[in-house]
C-alpha cells in the first residue's frame, strides 16, 4: 500500500513554469514505477509522464514534450513534474499514481493521489 500526495498547483499566466511534487509514504517508494496525468473540466483523464522506478526510463505524451520533465528522487520518496513554457490548455488537475508494474501510458494504474490543480492563464 502507499499513498500519494501532490503539491506544487497553482495558477500560472501563459508561457511560465510550475513543478509539482508528489511525496509517497512507505519505504519502498523505489519499488514502484510514477506517473503523472491530468484531467481537465469535461474531459477524461489524459497520461502526461511516466518513470521507471530507477529513473533510466521515461516517457511522455507528444503534447508535453520538451515542455515537461518527470524525475524522482528515490530518497525523498518523490516524483516531480517539471512544467515549463506552460499553456492554457495545459489547465487541468493533476494526479500522481503508482504501480509496481511498468505500465507506462495506461491508466491502470493501483494507487493514485488525490490530485493538485493547475490552472493556466493567457
Known amino acids: 500500500q502507499v499513498q500519494l500526495v501532490e503539491s506544487g498547483g497553482g495558477l500560472v499566466q501563459a508561457g511560465g513554469s510550475l513543478r509539482l511534487s508528489c511525496a509517497a509514504s512507505g519505504r519502498t517508494f523505489s519499488s514502484y514505477a510514477m506517473a503523472w496525468f491530468r484531467q481537465a473540466p469535461g474531459k477524461e483523464r489524459e497520461f502526461v509522464a511516466a518513470?521507471?522506478?530507477?529513473?533510466?526510463?521515461?516517457t511522455s505524451a507528444d503534447s508535453v514534450k520538451g515542455r515537461f520533465t518527470i524525475s524522482r528522487d528515490n530518497a525523498k520518496n518523490t516524483v516531480y513534474l517539471q512544467m515549463n513554457s506552460l499553456k492554457p490548455e495545459d489547465t487541468a488537475v493533476y494526479y500522481c499514481?503508482?504501480?509496481?508494474?511498468?505500465?507506462?501510458?495506461?491508466?491502470?494504474?493501483?494507487?493514485w493521489g488525490q490530485g493538485t490543480q493547475v490552472t493556466v492563464s493567457s
Open positions: 499514481a503508482a504501480d509496481r508494474l511498468w505500465v507506462g501510458s495506461e491508466a491502470h494504474y493501483d494507487y
Open positions: 518513470i521507471s522506478r530507477n529513473g533510466a526510463m521515461t
